[in-house]
T-cell receptor, first 112, second 112 residues
Framework: DQQVKQNSPSLSVQEGRISILNCDYTNSMFDYFLWYKKYPAEGPTFLISISSIKDKNEDGRFTVFLNKSAKHLSLHIVPSQPGDSAVYFC???????????FGKGTLLTVNP | GAGVSQSPSNKVTEKGKDVELRCDPISGHTALYWYRQRLGQGLEFLIYFQGNSAPDKSGLPSDRFSAERTGESVSTLTIQRTQQEDSAVYLCASSASYPPAFFGQGTRLTVV
């Protein structure tokens, strides 16, 4: 049972345009959501997070949106840069435990 | 380097043998996490250490899996009597607190 789904395995955008990465979850107990970025031959690195009490969190070019009623979150990158090309994972946590449930990832390619 | 270091990077073992996987976290990071990623799946939580205690072991899949951490430093994940379903990339992450911030490159374990 996949509780966190990233339905697009890949996404390609032009440099300077917006990249929108999507993630859906099924567990209504999830209260904290994160995005990680992974370059080839490296481990994932934490990028940005959002608590369920918010619907938006912004950090520079990166903004995460949370739609609790739809159980959907998205990561917006504006403007996209070639260095943003990586695999992006969304992850969710429910309750007070430390377990994160990850999606399978979306490969973003930003073309110059 | 200054990142999370894991060794070995690759391990092939025969079914039934024991294996030890090592993680060197970023210096000063008190929190350490183990995850694994099986082929085609998302990251799966195994265990969380705060210092050398493990407040959350809920992800260890069976009693063949164990982990320990020395002080606030190296951690070892041990899998006894390996099975083919244990084949995966085992990832370690560390951070100053929560969430896991930096992952290592992982150990690719293949059980034949």
């Amino acid at each position: 049972d996949q509780q966190v789904k990233q339905n697009s395995p890949s996404l390609s955008v032009q440099e300077g345009r917006i990249s929108i990465l999507n993630c859906d979850y099924t567990n209504s107990m999830f209260d904290y959501f994160l995005w990680y970025k992974k370059y080839p031959a490296e481990g994932p690195t934490f990028l940005i997070s959002i608590s369920s009490i918010k619907d938006k969190n912004e950090d520079g070019r990166f903004t995460v949106f949370l739609n609790k009623s739809a159980k959907h979150l998205s990561l917006h990158i504006v403007p996209s840069q070639p260095g943003d090309s990586a695999v992006y994972f969304c992850a969710s946590r429910g309750g007070s435990n430390y377990k994160l449930t990850f999606g399978k990832g979306t490969l973003l390619t930003v073309n110059p | 380097g200054a990142g999370v270091s894991q060794s070995p990077s690759n391990k092939v073992t025969e079914k039934g043998k024991d294996v030890e996987l090592r993680c060197d976290p970023i210096s000063g990071h008190t929190a350490l996490y183990w995850y694994r990623q099986r082929l085609g799946q998302g990251l799966e939580f195994l265990i969380y250490f705060q210092g050398n205690s493990a407040p959350d072991k809920s992800g260890l899949p069976s009693d063949r899996f164990s982990a320990e951490r020395t002080g606030e430093s190296v951690s070892t994940l041990t899998i006894q009597r390996t099975q083919q379903e244990d084949s995966a990339v085992y990832l370690c992450a560390s951070s100053a607190s929560y969430p896991p911030a930096f992952f290592g490159q992982g150990t690719r374990l293949t059980v034949v």
